[in-house]
């Protein structure tokens, strides 16, 4: 769980995963050097709970560098990834568990719902593909929701998050898609998307071309045509929509 400024939400993220089915968790908080009252809020927890941790930076380094300690710090079989404003169903850890171990995935990532910024519930469902490899992942404009996602690392290892502001989360995804060859996916809608938070990295969409360019051409190391056609098809999914598996309910 990295987290920067998020005092406000933090709390409703931990709960959920107190609340979880699954109770063999811990959950390591790495704060990216937060100016808000985030370590103020998170003592109670600190105080009750021996397997939450917190670790503070000594500088700000952005989301990348804050997710890569915290995988660092994971000790447990699965590593699960929640950002401190967003939230887990209570069975998120047991159902997707159990759906790791019928498929046989090291790499699995779960539908999620969307909520506005103040927790009202938006009748939105994100569901992903049943089977997302690299180049998909690509094509699709990374169609794996960040709190959705849980791997084996006894199996796949540790990673290091490319250091890239935005869209780091996809750049690990194409990281552990190189070790293993799919990212498995549950209809089932685990996790609760917070939408709109100013001031959060993901905020102003329109600006991350470059650092989809950044990400395909400097990370990946694609070359000019190959990243061309790639930035097209981020242009083209954000676009249209087309290739994202949208629901909507009452």
Same mark, same amino acid.
């Given at each position: ?133 690299? =180049?998909?992942?690509? +094509? $699709?404009?990374?169609? &794996?929701?960040?709190?959705? @996602? ?5 199996? #796949? /290892? ?51 071309? =470059?650092?989809?360019? +950044? $990400?395909?051409?400097? &990370?990946?190391?694609?070359? @000019? ?5 790639? #930035? /097209? ?18």
């Amino acid at each position: 769980m990295p987290t920067y400024n998020c005092g406000k939400y933090i709390t409703e993220s931990i709960d959920s995963v107190i609340s979880q089915t699954v109770t063999d968790w811990e959950i390591q908080i790495v704060d990216d050097c937060s100016t808000d009252n985030t370590e103020d809020v998170l003592v109670p927890y600190l105080e009750k709970y021996s397997n939450i941790h917190y670790f503070k930076l000594n500088e700000n380094g952005g989301p990348a560098v804050a997710r890569t300690e915290a995988i660092r710090r994971a000790n447990g079989k699965y590593c699960a990834f929640l950002d401190s404003d967003d939230l887990w169903i209570e069975n998120k850890l047991e159902k997707q568990i159990a759906f790791m171990n019928d498929v046989g995935a090291d790499f699995s990532c779960t539908a999620y719902r969307q909520m506005d910024v103040n927790g009202n519930d938006l009748h939105t469902i994100i569901v992903p593909p049943q089977r997302t490899g690299y =180049k998909k992942c690509i +094509q $699709l404009s990374n169609p &794996i929701g960040n709190l959705t @996602v849980m791997y084996n690392q006894e199996t #796949l /290892g540790k990673f290091e998050v490319p250091l890239i502001k935005k869209r780091n989360d996809f750049a690990l995804w194409l990281q552990i898609l190189k070790k293993t060859p799919y990212c498995y996916g549950m209809e089932d809608a685990l996790g609760i998307y917070r939408l709109g938070r100013t001031g959060s990295v993901s905020h102003k969409k329109l600006s991350q071309a =470059k650092y989809h360019w +950044q $990400l395909y051409h400097d &990370i990946e190391k694609h070359n @000019v045509f190959r990243s061309v056609y790639e #930035l /097209g098809c981020w242009a083209f999914v954000k676009g249209t929509g087309i290739g994202i598996d949208t629901r909507h309910d009452q």
